[in-house]
């Protein structure tokens, strides 16, 4: 660990909060796809702060937004309008196909606001004063570190320190239609999913399952909530991962992508169940300030003005050819799934895993590790074809010298 890095970590050790094992890297700056530390050397993101910087790092459009922005109006509250509320609304249910949103400042506090909204729905709604309160959502999903959204987090290890939760919440096997089935009746006020869950290692919904959900929940006056935090906004290709299949959610949450590194989430949902919502119900004092605002409007236009989707989904199918070539030739690789700019290759140990990220760091490529065994790539959707190639190849030169490695060290009875 070299000195800044170290020194970081011991001031750190003595401040703050234990809640981060970081990587010791002391980032200054970054400039489109790369990342540059305080020795200046210079790092391919491949992880874009974990799905956050989607149009790179200092891109011209969000540096502008940003500066007239701050030089205008940075905070106003909830209390007053500013102009740009309303603006962002307009191109977030135009593409989404909603009605409505509501502005938060991220993923978790999105979520929440979306099980509250079920919740006022259910008891809007009502049929014979017959309780409705209980919430479906998936075994390894995760939607955030607040108390619901805890709640909601089909993965044991975060939710279990801070037993009890919200009551209510129970867990359906992954792309089950059968446990969905048998677990949704008329005392359920939401089944919540993430189309592509995404911590736990980019695994996509099945079509069979996401039909199921939606025609379950129409069936039993349930709300579908669908969490595209992470794999929203353009990352898969789509405006929506959803839209690939043709169906309309009843809530929709977004936030990483949103405002270009600023903190903003959403909650975006149809005219029928914004009913369940009035003034003093629900309410934020930072979200959807005029800043980041600003910054949201300017991701979506250039995405828009740059034409990024189908860019996206050019590279995207060039890094899924690539994943796969490395998939055949090396056996640790158990599966390789990508979904426009969002891959998680599965590797048939942790361990092994868990080496290959730094040594991918020592190449100076940031990639992470999520759920165990799965190495997850989320990078900018500005990324070539060549920087797939460069990523794909050094993925390459670190699964074989890994696996040279530990064949050497089994051959030589594990003394070394
Ligand atoms: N939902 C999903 C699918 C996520 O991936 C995340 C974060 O990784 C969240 C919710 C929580 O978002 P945040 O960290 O902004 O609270």
């Not at 936030?255 to 369940?276: E, S």
């Not at 426009?340 to 940031?366: F, H, N, Q, T």
């Amino acid at each position: 660990m070299n000195a800044h890095a170290a020194a970081l970590k011991r001031q750190e050790n003595a401040l703050l909060l234990s809640t981060y094992d970081r990587v010791p890297v002391v980032f200054e700056r970054g400039r489109g796809v790369y990342l540059y530390d305080t020795r200046g050397r210079r790092y391919l993101d491949f992880l874009s702060g974990i799905g956050v910087n989607a149009l790179g790092h200092g891109h011209p459009a969000i540096r502008k937004a940003i500066a007239e922005q701050a030089a205008k109006l940075v905070h106003i509250s909830n209390l007053f309008y500013h102009p740009l509320q309303a603006a962002l609304a307009r191109r977030l249910t135009s593409i989404s196909g909603m009605d409505r949103a509501f502005f938060s400042n991220s993923g978790t506090e999105a979520w929440e606001g979306a099980l509250k909204l079920a919740r006022s729905n259910a008891k809007m709604t009502g049929r014979n004063g017959r309780p409705r309160w209980r919430v479906l959502a998936l075994d390894n999903s995760f939607h955030g570190r607040t108390f619901g959204s805890l709640a909601t987090t089909g993965q044991a290890k975060y939710r279990k320190p801070f037993a009890p939760l919200m009551p209510g919440v129970e867990f359906v096997r992954f792309n089950d239609v059968a446990d969905l089935k048998a677990k949704l009746d008329s005392t359920v006020c939401a089944v919540g999913l993430e189309t592509i869950q995404g911590e736990s290692g980019i695994r996509p919904l099945s079509c069979e399952f996401l039909e199921a959900a939606r025609s379950l929940t129409r069936k039993h006056h349930a709300l579908l909530l669908v969490d595209e935090i992470q794999c929203g906004l353009g990352r898969t290709g789509n405006w929506f991962a959803y839209q690939k299949f043709g169906i309309r959610p009843d809530i929709v949450t977004v936030a990483k992508p949103l405002a270009g590194g600023l903190p903003l989430g959403a909650i975006l949902t149809t005219n029928q169940v914004a009913r369940a919502i009035h003034p003093g119900m629900h309410g934020t004092t930072f979200g959807g300030g005029p800043l980041a605002c600003a910054a949201a409007i300017a991701f979506l236009d250039t995405l828009k003005r740059e034409r990024i989707l189908p860019h996206v989904r050019k590279v995207g199918r060039h890094l899924a050819a690539g994943l796969a070539r490395l998939q055949k030739k090396h056996a640790a690789i158990r599966e390789v799934r990508c979904i426009g700019l969002m891959a998680g290759v599965e590797l048939d140990s942790g361990d092994l895993a868990k080496r290959v990220v730094p040594a991918m760091l020592e190449g100076r490529i940031i990639i992470n590790r999520t759920h165990d065994t799965v190495l997850r790539l989320l990078p900018p959707y500005i990324i070539t074809e060549s920087h797939v190639d460069e990523v794909v190849n050094a993925l390459d030169q670190v699964l074989t010298a890994l696996s040279r490695a530990s064949q050497s060290h089994a051959a030589s009875g594990g003394t070394h």
